[in-house]
């Protein structure tokens, strides 16, 4: 089977980062962490259109982190809210609060901007990845793109906003070898290829204590913190000390392009 390594420089979903979009017309680590959800897909570990709770939980200045669907909703002005993933990029924990103004995980001390995601304080060195969530125009806060960058609806005789760019491929069918897969960091996915032509879709975060998966192997996905392996062919427990499968993410193969779906 193919060793693999992490992917590194593939380019990211062409998509306005952690922008949140008022819907209608109303204007309205790898050694610590916490467990990872269930299973199935999008783009951050949720399926599109999960309601994550009421926009008036998300406090201004601050925010409140959805453990469960791994994303964090911060509102850092009235009225504009953000969405980033609650995993840390240093290595890999799930960040546990949220005060003065940053996002902070407790495992090295690192503080990101409720704003961007941008690291206030390290270790780490990288942003938060944007997640794109939808305030409804009954508040509540959904999961998903909502129509691109605004945080208010458009006033009347505004020009809508331009369509996004077609997104880019994550990878190339060729990247992805039969019986084995790739890490793509960034992202926090895992793609494998079980047999020729079947491609499949994993979070990276580990289910026992939030780590991120470091290679794949003998037809395991395989994290280095506890030794869990995971299956490539359905993310399913091969040895523990994790007991739950790696959440599904949805994938999508255009040509000889893979896509997050």
Same mark, same amino acid.
């Given at each position: 089977?193919?060793?693999?390594?992490?992917?590194?420089?593939?380019?990211?979903?062409?998509?306005?980062?952690?922008?949140?979009?008022i819907?209608?017309?109303?204007?309205?680590?790898?050694?610590?962490?916490?467990?990872?959800?269930? *299973?199935?897909?999008?783009?951050?570990?949720?399926?599109?259109?999960?309601?994550?709770?009421?926009?008036?939980?998300?406090?201004?200045?601050?925010?409140?982190i959805?453990?469960?669907?791994?994303?964090?909703?911060?509102?850092?002005?009235?009225?504009?809210f953000?969405?980033?993933? =609650?995993?840390?990029?240093?290595?890999?924990?799930?960040?546990?609060?949220?005060?003065?103004?940053?996002?902070?995980c407790?495992?090295?001390?690192?503080?990101?901007?409720?704003?961007?995601?941008?690291?206030?304080?390290?270790?780490?060195?990288?942003?938060?990845?944007?997640?794109?969530?939808?305030?409804?125009?009954?508040?509540?806060?959904?999961?998903?793109?909502?129509?691109?960058?605004?945080?208010?609806? *458009?006033?009347?005789?505004?020009?809508?906003?331009?369509?996004?760019?077609?997104?880019?491929?994550?990878?190339?069918?060729?990247?992805?070898?039969?019986?084995?897969?790739?890490?793509?960091?960034?992202?926090?996915?895992?793609?494998?290829?079980?047999?020729?032509g079947?491609?499949?879709?994993?979070?990276?975060?580990?289910?026992?204590?939030?780590?991120?998966?470091?290679?794949?192997?003998?037809?395991?996905?395989?994290?280095?913190?506890?030794?869990?392996?995971?299956?490539?062919?359905?993310? =399913?427990?091969?040895?523990?000390?994790?007991?739950?499968?790696?959440?599904?993410?949805?994938?999508?193969?255009?040509?000889d392009?893979?896509?997050?779906?």
């Open positions: 089977m193919a060793d693999d390594t992490r992917a590194r420089g593939v380019p990211r979903r062409t998509a306005v980062a952690g922008a949140v979009v819907a209608g017309t109303a204007a309205g680590c790898a050694r610590y962490g916490a467990p990872a959800a269930e *299973p199935p897909p999008i783009s951050a570990a949720a399926e599109e259109g999960t309601v994550l709770g009421a926009a008036s939980e998300v406090p201004v200045g601050g925010g409140k959805f453990a469960d669907q791994k994303i964090v909703v911060t509102q850092p002005a009235k009225g504009e953000k969405g980033f993933s =609650s995993i840390c990029t240093h290595q890999g924990c799930a960040v546990t609060a949220i005060k003065d103004g940053t996002i902070d407790e495992c090295h001390g690192s503080k990101f901007a409720i704003a961007d995601g941008k690291p206030a304080a390290g270790p780490a060195n990288k942003p938060l990845p944007a997640q794109q969530v939808t305030v409804t125009p009954d508040g509540k806060i959904t999961t998903g793109a909502g129509g691109g960058a605004q945080t208010t609806a *458009p006033e009347e005789g505004q020009e809508p906003p331009a369509e996004k760019p077609p997104v880019q491929g994550l990878a190339s069918t060729k990247d992805i070898p039969v019986g084995g897969g790739k890490v793509f960091e960034g992202e926090q996915v895992v793609i494998t290829q079980p047999v020729e079947e491609f499949k879709g994993f979070s990276s975060i580990c289910t026992h204590q939030g780590c991120a998966v470091t290679a794949i192997k003998d037809g395991t996905i395989n994290c280095e913190c506890h030794g869990s392996k995971f299956e490539v062919s359905d993310g =399913s427990v091969r040895s523990g000390p994790a007991s739950k499968p790696l959440p599904y993410r949805s994938v999508k193969v255009e040509g392009q893979i896509t997050l779906a």
